[in-house]
């Protein structure tokens, strides 16, 4: 006879992990903007998938895990690059808003799937704090200023980015009846 803690541990960690893979593999599907030093990446549906299926704690703990693992030098970033330079260099911010942005989704989206309100949150919430934290590290450690910033940072990536979000909260519906199961 298996114990249910156990069973709910090992369920519980398998999502963390699937969703941590699917991070990783998702940083590689990438466009380069030859005027940013951010390309587009399928990433961010996947940030905000993880918010809108996972608890507050285990979306942190998901993000945290992918941040370590890309730390260590294990090639998870965008774009295949890893390593502390490319963590705590100019487009780092973007990677460390992921584990905030994640939190706050999971933590707003709401106990019942709908998906309104896992789109509002994504947009109004997961994506500002995703640039904001990006577009801080990006202006302080390459000194460009704000405008600047806005314009390579940021604007090219909304139009896309909110398709993401859309994509991600309709994706989470059969998700979130798997993992209910």
């Known amino acids: 006879m298996t114990n249910n803690s156990s069973v709910n541990k090992t369920l519980e960690m398998t999502r963390l992990a699937l969703l941590v893979a699917m991070n990783c ?24 998938l993880v918010g809108f299926v996972l608890s507050p704690k285990q979306a ?9 693992v890309g730390l260590i030098g294990i090639p998870v970033f965008t774009g295949g690059t890893a390593g502390p330079a490319k963590l705590f260099g100019p487009t780092g911010g973007y ?3 992921f584990m905030v942005a994640v939190t706050l989704i999971a933590w707003l989206r709401g106990k019942d799937y709908s ?11 997961g994506i500002p ?16 200023n704000w405008e600047a910033v806005i314009l390579t940072g940021v604007l090219p990536f909304i139009p896309l980015d909110i398709v993401k979000c859309l994509a991600a909260a309709v994706i989470a519906k059969p998700i979130l009846k798997i993992f209910d199961r």
């Open 129 to 144: 704090v995703i640039y904001i934290f990006g577009a801080l590290q990006l202006k302080f450690l390459t000194d460009m």
């Open 115 to 125: 998906l309104k309100r896992f789109a509002l949150v994504g947009i109004g919430v």
């Open 60 to 68: 942190f703990i998901t993000m945290l895990i992918y941040i370590l």
């Open 95 to 97: 990677i460390i808003g």
């Open 25 to 48: 593999v998702s940083a590689y599907i990438i466009i380069p903007l030859p005027f940013s030093l951010s390309p587009l990446a399928l990433q961010t549906l996947i940030v905000n």
